[in-house]
């Protein structure tokens, strides 16, 4: 019998790179958990997030496998885009479709387009042309594309600080702003990203610049297209089939696989998967989550969320170990005033970079605007301002495609833009992180009449408790006036709310083009696709015995 020792010695390799994995995944695991317990003790506090917590965390974490490695790494996992593209964003983007206020959100739709895609585009170019001047000055060169690329890094925002502050029933106008263009954000910043990957930089003229805008446009609308009709198709495959009949799981299933299936397609077609999911997100709550069971919506409510929280607390738990990463740290030591006047200089970019469309887009969005709550005033533009001067994930991401080989990068220019691109993402996450809370409450104060309202009686819904709201109104928050304060008459020593807005007295609608879209909504799409108000009459079903239920306990 002949022994082969040198298949026996990958066959140990082999089985040590395994258990080292399993060992990794197994302490990732356990620091995720604490991250979800620590962020809930300090969720009181007025200064923590559990996106900050998490990344603290990721930073003390890295500093002890430093020290335990004796210096050698500071990772238990090596970055991938792979991971953070195909499996990590898409849950939080398609969570923010489904959990969004689409009233609010559309109402606002030209404002959030104005700021997440020409706004992008301005921040973009200001970035991009003060790298090329300052940069220069530094004895760093770099190529066009390296330039133009950091535009579209530094341009990606991330404002999780910001809307884990804001309610969306406190301040819906705000919000539908901050979240909205978040997302039209990181779909611009990856599009520009990718174009300028692909486009041919060195015959740079008019042309190529109609070219490069004409695409971004293409893409928008064709992956915009193709998330409402996978969302579409979803929701008619589950009202005709109507899985719920033998099995919740699968109608739960279905929704999952297929808003999964959106950003795949969109990404094997090259279109933006971001953009893609989030309509998907959008479409299936208002058709496809409809036509589910009780039970079913329960489950899928919550699995979307949990799935983009953890994924969320995964990213900054790692962006946190890989701060430490001493191969890149290595590069730059030698020149440290170098590398911190480069993360001052792109710290300073992105601020003045934001401004420079925030405030002007602002001006101009007002000028549209003919009743003064649809306005953004000017504590409201600091907030938007102030939420996109975080940098995060997204641009981690595109930094590590740029300027690394997998994960590794052996050029001194390279590895001091991927050290500053940490610094910035570290600063700007904790330092502008810890004051986000603060600041927003000092510039927006909640209103204490809504929480006194919604906490007096937990058991009586809104609509028991707070009169009818009119058309125009999305939320409790509308029934009150700007200072917080609700408008009462009193009736015999009782005290009645009274509406603070004209559109909550008029006997007939508006004819605004929400008017319009729900009428044809009504008529054509929801008898197609499902969606509230046309369920699925199943004898047995959980919908019908809430139905039932609901009317017993009207008639006692």
């Known amino acids: ?87 990590l964003l898409p849950p939080i983007i398609f969570n923010a479709g489904f959990q969004v206020k689409k009233k609010q959100f559309f109402r606002n739709f030209m404002t959030i387009t104005m700021f997440g895609a020409l706004g992008t585009m301005i921040s973009f170019t200001i970035i991009s ?216 200089t792109l710290l300073g970019l992105t601020l003045v970079g934001r401004a420079a469309f925030v405030f002007p887009l602002s001006f101009l969005s007002n000028l549209t605007k003919k009743h003064p709550h649809e306005k953004i005033d000017f504590k409201q533009q600091i907030t938007v301002w102030w939420a996109g001067l975080m940098r995060g994930a997204v641009s981690m991401a595109l930094a590590y495609n740029q300027f690394t080989r997998a994960g590794h990068t052996q050029d001194r220019a390279n590895a001091i833009l991927i050290t500053s691109t940490i610094t910035v993402v570290l600063f700007s996450t904790v330092v502008f992180g810890l004051m986000t809370k603060p600041l927003v409450r000092f510039l927006m104060p909640s209103s204490k009449q809504l929480n006194r309202m919604i906490s007096s009686d937990s058991f009586v819904p809104n609509s028991y408790s707070v009169p009818l709201l009119g058309e125009g109104q999305d939320s409790v928050a509308e029934l009150f006036n700007d200072n917080g304060q609700s408008s009462e008459v009193h009736d015999g020593g009782r005290a009645i709310l009274r509406p603070s807005s004209l559109r909550m007295l008029l006997t007939k609608p508006t004819h605004t083009v929400h008017h319009y879209w729900r009428k044809f909504d009504d008529a054509f799409m929801r008898p197609v696709f499902g969606g509230r108000g046309f369920v699925p009459f199943v004898p047995g079903s959980p919908t019908e015995q809430n139905v039932q239920q609901w009317q017993g306990e009207a008639k006692q």
């Open 129 to 344: 042309l003060g790298a090329m001047a300052f940069f220069k000055k530094m004895d760093i060169t770099l190529d066009l594309g390296d330039y133009l690329a950091i535009g579209a890094i530094f341009a990606a925002t991330d404002s999780v600080c910001t809307l884990q502050v804001l309610s969306q029933d406190e301040t819906p106008l705000l919000y539908s702003l901050v979240f909205g263009e978040g997302v039209v954000n990181d779909a611009t910043s990856v599009v520009i990203f990718n174009a300028v990957q692909s486009f041919d930089l060195s015959n740079l003229n008019t042309m190529a610049a109609l070219k490069l805008v004409g695409s971004f446009i293409y893409l928008f609308i064709t992956s915009t297209v193709l998330g409402v009709v996978t969302g579409l198709l979803s929701a008619y495959v589950i009202k005709k089939l109507y899985f719920g009949r033998h099995s919740t799981d699968r109608e739960v299933a279905i929704m999952m696989l297929m808003a999964y299936l959106s950003y795949m397609v969109a990404e094997l077609t090259d279109l933006s998967g971001i953009l893609t999911v989030f309509f998907c997100g959008i479409v299936m709550s208002h058709y496809t989550w409809h036509n589910v069971t009780e039970n079913s919506r329960i489950t899928t409510k919550h699995t979307f969320a949990t799935l983009s929280f953890v994924a969320e607390i995964f990213i900054f738990l790692y962006v946190g170990m890989d701060a430490l990463d001493i191969e890149k740290w290595r590069f730059v030591s030698s020149s440290p005033k170098t590398s911190f006047s480069v993360s001052a």
């Open 1 to 87: 019998m002949s022994f082969d020792s040198g298949t026996m010695l990958e066959t140990m390799d082999t089985l040590t790179s395994d258990h080292t994995s399993v060992v990794s995944i197994t302490l990732f695991v356990t620091l995720l958990c604490a991250c979800i317990v620590i962020g809930h003790l300090l969720e009181e506090n007025r200064w923590m997030n559990e996106s900050i917590t998490a990344l603290i965390i990721g930073v003390a974490t890295g500093v002890v496998i430093l020290l335990i490695s004796k210096g050698k790494s500071s990772r238990l996992l090596v970055f991938s885009e792979e991971l953070f593209f195909i499996y």
